[in-house]
């Protein structure tokens, strides 16, 4: 039976909502979508993630997905987003998920999103620190955050690409410009850097990464990292040889990763999952749950600085609160200067670059 003129009309209404123009399917059969009742607004927030078809982009694109949260996922890259649209917009979960591909559907793929996730952008190979990211990753942050200061203001931003030591001024200072910074919306990811070192410390103390909290503050590049060992929870101690070992590790993860992968690019999976788990705490904050503390690379106080990562307490607004590192031992307060030392340089560097 030819589907009548009303079935029509549905299927290009439905087609147009789930796929914009120029990803549309082609409708062989005249059958699939005609059978359709399209579910309108379930509850739930708007996440966009621009870089969506890159490494990291594909497995966070999989995970945001699965997240009960999400009830819209704009999938935005340069390249392929239609393919990484259609495979995962086939998942019997919750949120409907939209491709963009290029700059001309970058402000579609950013209206009205809640929360915008970017890991867009060149990953490191050996032998690169990620200040060598810089000169290409610096360009792309700042196209992205004028798309963002102009179609959704108000969203938080979970910025992922490298440097983020300075990526995250580039990113103020362009919201600065358009007159729309919230420093309490823009966060740097650094909670690989906790995941990592949960799960090295669990090793050393044969525990269950799971049960273990390692706060580790400062940046997202070698020093900066500074994880506070003698803050750990549960309540432990190391010797200093395990504090040595441990902080190389922690500081040096990426470069393992890149290391390992061997010109293939840095993590991206385990990336993707720390991504993911940042991402929920953001949007649990969103929704009003009390409680929900990460760290995170923010506009901050708690030191001289204008930008570090701490604890911080996430709510409705973002960033609401910036915790103080609390006591340091004095291997810390060692490590703690020479990642300020670096970090003013890198800081500085994003500032700069956004202000010629
Ligand atoms: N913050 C962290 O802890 C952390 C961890 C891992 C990687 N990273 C960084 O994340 C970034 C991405 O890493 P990856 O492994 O996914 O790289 P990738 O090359 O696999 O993917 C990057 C994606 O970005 C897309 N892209 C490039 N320019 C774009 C633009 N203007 N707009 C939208 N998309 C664009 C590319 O097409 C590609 O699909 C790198 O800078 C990397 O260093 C950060
Ligand atoms: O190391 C990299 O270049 C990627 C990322 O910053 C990481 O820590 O894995």
């Known amino acids: 039976m030819q589907p009548s003129a009303e079935a029509n009309h549905r299927i290009a209404r439905l087609s147009a909502h789930l796929y914009p123009p120029n990803l549309q399917m082609e409708e062989s059969s005249g059958l699939s979508r005609a059978n359709c009742r399209a579910k309108g607004g379930a509850p739930g927030f708007k996440v966009a993630i621009l870089g969506a078809a890159g490494g990291i982009g594909q497995p966070l694109a999989m995970l945001m997905k699965m997240n009960p949260l999400v009830s819209a996922l704009h999938l935005y890259d340069v390249v392929n987003a239609p393919g990484v649209t259609a495979d995962i917009s086939h998942m019997d979960t919750g949120a409907v998920v939209r491709g963009f591909l290029g700059q001309p559907q970058l402000e579609n793929a950013l209206t009205g999103m809640d929360l915008v996730i970017i890991p867009a952008g060149v990953p490191r190979k050996p032998g690169m620190t990620r200040d060598d990211l810089f000169n290409i990753n610096a360009g792309i942050v700042r196209t992205l955050c004028e798309g963002i200061a102009k179609c959704c203001p108000n969203a938080i931003v979970n910025l992922i690409s490298n440097p983020v030591n300075s990526t995250v001024?580039?990113?103020?200072?362009?919201?600065?410009?358009?007159?729309?910074?919230?420093?309490?919306?823009?966060?740097?990811?650094?909670?690989?850097?906790?995941?990592?070192?949960?799960?090295?410390?669990?090793?050393?103390?044969?525990?269950?990464?799971?049960?273990?909290?390692?706060?580790?503050?400062?940046?997202?590049?070698?020093?900066?990292?500074?994880?506070?060992?003698?803050?750990?929870?549960?309540?432990?101690s190391f010797t200093p040889q395990e504090t040595e070992y441990l902080t190389n590790r922690i500081q040096n993860g990426g470069t393992e990763v890149v290391e390992a992968k061997a010109g293939a690019g840095s993590a991206t999976l385990s990336m993707a999952y720390a991504a993911v788990k940042f991402a929920d705490a953001c949007l649990r904050g969103l929704r009003g749950d009390a409680g929900i503390v990460e760290c995170a690379f923010v506009a901050s106080q708690v030191t001289e600085l204008p930008f570090f990562a701490s604890k911080v307490r996430l709510g409705r607004t973002g960033a609401e609160e910036v915790y103080q590192l609390g006591p340091l031992n004095e291997y810390e307060r060692i490590g703690l200067e020479k990642a300020k030392k670096e970090l003013a340089v890198s800081i500085q560097k994003g500032i700069s670059f956004t202000r010629k």
């Not at 650094?190 to 799960?199: I, K, P, S």
């Not at 990464?209 to 003698?230: A, K, M, N, Q, W």
Request: aromatic residues 4%; hydrophobic residues 45%; proline residues 10%.
């Open 169 to 236: 001024p580039i990113a103020a200072e362009v919201f600065k410009k358009a007159g729309t910074y919230d420093p309490k919306r823009l966060l740097g990811v650094t909670m690989l850097d906790v995941v990592r070192a949960n799960t090295f410390v669990a090793e050393v103390l044969g525990l269950d990464p799971r049960e273990v909290d390692v706060p580790v503050v400062g940046g997202h590049s070698g020093v900066t990292i500074l994880p506070l060992l003698s803050q750990v929870k549960p309540p432990c």
